[in-house]
């Protein structure tokens, strides 16, 4: 049983009214964000999470800390269900660094003050070591002490995202997600924060997810990359293998389009052509059939599920372990 | 679908909501001007009433019928009303009752307001539609007919006043609040409490509220000014504090048949009401300006 | 005929910020030939953007600008212009928010019809048919239909093509490029990016593209700028510049880029933060944060040298870099 295990996880919103459309017999308007997830990760393993806009991995990582409701599936840590009503500690337990710097703070707040409340509240230090902790938190993320009573308006980019790293960590959790959380930075500020977080995945033993929309990035943090497309996932290898020789044909579409040194732009060429479809109109079939090169029959009348070698080697294409390379 | 970092111009990215002004010093060092204008003119105001007793010439209550209607002297600085009384004296007296009543006649409004929206915006649901269909209720009726039946019903007076514009005015507060509320809710730094396991009413009182009390404060200027001019109306129209307390808006309506005689009688008081009014406003605005950082 | 079609001459912006001013673009110059793709590129603050958008006037009230701007407008050399000569006539700009850069109440027909009406005087329903034909060069599928759409309605892929139809409506030579593809999915971002050079090689249109991102300059351009604190720091062909770049700053930046064909070593990061446009340091406004920074670097004045033919940095010290593998 791996630490944590994702078992078929299905999250859904309701994007318009019930009734309306059951008086129209029309079909429920619900959007089904997340569409039956599985992957595991063992303690103190680096998961990447990759897609584009509307993937649905930003929705997972709200479910398995338990923002939004689960419609179906389950989440487990440590062999425990977590289930909709979480205690204190089990949330503690599973913690999260968003993406935006400008909104991940609370404005009216002091660092400290922030990084308090959080240590009160859930006892993780007495009373008059809290000012002790607060001073190791800002070591560990590499900020300076003046900092801690500043509010965030007066820090940059960069160490609000430290910032978030610190409040994160401040509850001593066992699995830490990073949604994006290097997206809104500057590159040579992005760096160091990558740095930072593989230095702490080691020194303390973290189990990390980090979400991204940029290969590269999930690259440099990754030990296993999902890859995620209209809710499910497509791919999950360990990362050398998937960035070598990816095996679903959405995948190698997402390496071949990230642009490269090096690279010239041919004029008209795209390495993935059109626009997902909507996620409330999705195809019969596998759902990346539409825009994929190697589309057959077979993809339109049965959707492939995630199959390969094992549990962690496995891509969802009916012709991910057979066809050659599609350049 | 990412937001590369801030705008071409900043070396350090600013936060891009209004910063709370609880607590941060720094705000009000950066409030336009017009703000304390605004603040010295209703501080005036205060003022006056306190020292009213001292200022006061004359007992305002003190009826003389052998001099009513007399023009100003270097007695009655503002010539006596219908009964005789100095006027002056009245007009100082009534600074102890308009500028609280004005004052509690906003700031209860405001408080029950923003309590309900920041309770409907944050829970929503069930919530969310008794409190909000609850105000539109209270919108729905005409505003005066429900404070002269809740008058009626209290009998005259200030207790009664309050309580009708409590009950009336509440609903703009909590519109204002539950929006703001919706907005921030959906804000990372909230997400970030939930997922750190905070009790959620102590996420609605310090994660939430003091990012959207802004907007109350900027409301609350205005709003006294509105409580005060609704005071003078009703007693304008005799629903507000029983003669013989002396209060702006009775002493317009007692001076209104003088108009073309002693037209100093309504037309005094009017303007004392007009110059709270632009001090507030002043307020108001300012802190609008000051606080959208 | 001249081959230079943007001539930039030591452009400074000084912006009134009330209790004072900033220059945050300080001594700005370049040279555009035709038909070349010249790439700017810079983090946050650096001044690239402002740059971009003094070219063709758009510039918040309150700026001044120094130095001067040609601009072939007649096909000849560059000669100096006022922002009313080239908007809508010669050069066109598209942004890097599709949600914003698109009037929500105009159907997107009538939005990119908008220009060949004013400036040709086309009549309504030939503004129409001009609008159908550019939304088909520009890849639109099914362009009678979605001429017909609200912005809202389309995804943020079609609003970006929106725009770059709207910018070609009046037939530009210069186009100019705000980090456009920053907001879009990375599939979205390639489509575009081939569009652009499509469009670039068909039209023999000129192209000024600003981006943090150095990969896409890469893709899609000849030249590359950098920028750092309001000036240019080095110049030159694309590939040299990444192969081998002649300052400091490019240097490390290539070094904070994690790549994919790179090892994944240790990602370097620049120290400290670029500085305050309020308290420019004396000298190399890049000294303070330079590894390789000596004595004479703070007093050093700023000026562009040629270390090749084609090629030029600012930094005084360039035999001193290491390099990227």
């Known amino acids: ?327 | 679908m990412t937001t590369p970092p801030a705008s071409s111009f900043e070396a350090v990215p600013e936060l891009h909501h209004a910063a709370a002004p609880l607590g941060d010093p720094g705000i009000w060092r950066r409030m336009p001007k017009k703000v304390w204008v605004g603040l010295a003119i209703v501080a005036l105001y205060v003022l006056v009433a306190l020292l009213a007793p001292v200022l006061a010439p004359h007992d305002p209550l003190a009826i003389d019928p052998v001099n009513r209607l007399a023009a100003p002297s270097a007695d009655h600085l503002l010539g006596t009303d219908e009964l005789g009384r100095d006027v002056l004296s009245r007009l100082l007296h009534a600074f102890r009752v308009d500028l609280p009543l004005g004052f509690l006649g906003a700031l209860l409004p405001a408080i029950l307001g923003t309590v309900l929206g920041a309770l409907a915006g944050f829970f929503g649901r069930w919530v969310d539609t008794v409190i909000m269909r609850t105000g539109d209720v209270v919108q729905a009726f005409p505003a005066y007919i429900l404070v002269i039946v809740l008058v009626f019903a209290l009998g005259q007076g200030a207790r009664s006043i309050i309580i009708a514009f409590t009950v009336l005015a509440w609903v703009i507060y909590a519109r204002i609040i539950r929006s703001e509320v919706l907005r921030v809710k959906d804000l990372d730094y909230v997400h970030a409490a939930r997922v750190a396991g905070l009790p959620r009413l102590r996420i609605l009182r310090v994660h939430v509220v003091p990012n959207v009390i802004n907007q109350t404060l900027v409301y609350l200027p205005n709003d006294i000014v509105f409580a005060t001019l609704a005071l003078a109306a009703f007693s304008f129209l005799g629903l507000g504090i029983p003669q013989p307390t002396p209060e702006w808006g009775a002493m317009i309506a007692d001076g209104q048949p003088f108009i073309r005689t002693n037209w100093w009688l309504a037309t005094v008081p009017g303007l004392v009401i007009v110059g709270l009014g632009l001090g507030l406003s002043l307020v108001g605005e300012g802190l609008e300006e000051g606080l959208r950082s | 005929m001249s081959d230079r079609i943007l001539e930039v001459e030591d452009l400074r912006i000084t912006l009134d910020l009330g209790h004072r001013t900033i220059t945050p673009v300080d001594g700005v110059s370049f040279t555009l030939g035709r038909g070349e793709a010249l790439g700017i590129a810079g983090e946050s603050g650096c001044g690239k953007s402002l740059t971009l958008k003094s070219i063709i006037g758009l510039l918040p009230p309150g700026a001044r600008v120094d130095g001067e701007l040609r601009f072939a407008l007649d096909g000849e050399a560059p000669i100096a212009y006022e922002a009313g000569d080239v908007q809508g006539h010669g050069i066109s700009i598209i942004f890097q928010e599709p949600m914003t850069a698109l009037n929500p109440t105009m159907r997107v027909g009538d939005l990119i019809g908008e220009g060949p009406r004013i400036h040709e005087g086309l009549g309504r329903d030939a503004a129409r048919i001009r609008a159908v034909e550019l939304m088909r060069q520009v890849g639109i599928p099914t362009p009678e239909r979605r001429a017909r759409m609200w912005p809202h309605q389309l995804s943020g892929g079609l609003r970006q093509r929106v725009m770059i139809a709207t910018a070609l409506s009046t037939q530009p030579k210069l186009l100019l490029c705000d980090e456009p593809t920053t907001a879009l999915d990375v599939s979205i971002q390639d489509q575009i990016l081939g569009l652009l050079q499509g469009i670039r090689t068909r039209m023999g249109m000129s192209i000024v593209f600003v981006s943090h991102d150095l990969a896409v300059l890469g893709e899609l351009c000849d030249r590359l700028a950098i920028m750092y604190a309001g000036r240019i720091v080095e110049t030159g062909p694309v590939d040299e510049v990444f192969a081998d770049p002649k300052h400091p700053y490019t240097e490390a930046l290539m070094r904070s880029v994690p790549s994919f064909g790179a090892s994944t070593g240790k990602l370097a990061g620049i120290a400290g933060r670029p500085p305050d446009p309020r308290a420019f340091p004396p000298g190399c406004r890049f000294a303070p944060r330079c590894r390789y920074a000596q004595e004479d670097c703070t007093s050093a004045p700023h000026r562009l040298a040629e270390t090749a033919p084609g090629r030029a940095t600012a930094c005084i010290h360039p035999e001193s870099l290491e390099g990227v593998e």
């Open chain 1, 1 to 327: 049983m791996a630490f944590l295990e994702v078992r078929d996880v299905t999250v859904r919103f309701k994007v318009g009214s019930l009734l309306a459309a059951r008086i129209k017999r029309e079909p429920p308007p619900v959007l089904t964000a997340v569409d039956g997830i599985s992957f595991e990760a063992e303690r103190g393993e680096s998961i990447g999470l990759v897609g584009e806009s509307g993937c649905g991995k930003s929705t997972l990582a709200k479910a398995i800390t338990g923002l939004v409701p689960i419609a179906s599936g389950s989440v487990h840590l440590d062999g425990r269900e977590l289930t909709g009503r979480r205690d204190r500690n089990t949330m503690r337990r599973i913690q999260m660094v968003f993406q935006d710097p400008s909104s991940s703070l609370n404005p009216s707040l002091s660092i400290r003050k922030m990084l308090a409340e959080l240590l009160r509240v859930h006892r993780i230090v007495p009373r008059d070591r809290i000012d002790d902790r607060c001073a190791e938190l800002m070591d560990l993320v590499e900020l300076p002490q003046s900092l801690l009573d500043a509010r965030p308006r007066r820090l940059s980019g960069g160490q609000r995202q430290r910032v978030g790293i610190a409040r994160a960590l401040a509850l001593e959790p066992e699995v830490l997600i990073a949604d994006e959380a290097v997206a809104a930075l500057d590159v040579s500020v992005q760096a160091p924060i990558l740095n930072l977080l593989n230095s702490l995945r080691e020194d303390l033993g973290l189990t990390l997810m980090f979400i991204s929309h940029d290969l590269a990035v999930v690259r440099y943090v990754s030990d296993r990359v999902v890859v995620m497309y209209l809710g499910k996932a497509v791919e999950d290898r360990p990362a050398a293998d998937l960035f070598e020789d990816p095996r679903h044909p959405y995948t190698r579409a997402l390496m071949a389009a990230a642009p490269k040194f090096g690279e010239r732009k041919a004029p008209g060429e795209a390495a993935l052509k059109g626009e997902p479809p909507s996620a409330l109109a999705l195809p019969s079939g596998c759902r990346f059939r539409p825009r994929c090169p190697l589309a057959a029959e077979i993809c339109e009348q049965d959707e492939p599920g995630l199959a390969g070698p094992s549990e962690t080697d496995r891509a969802a294409c009916h012709f991910a372990w057979t066809a050659e390379e599609v350049s």
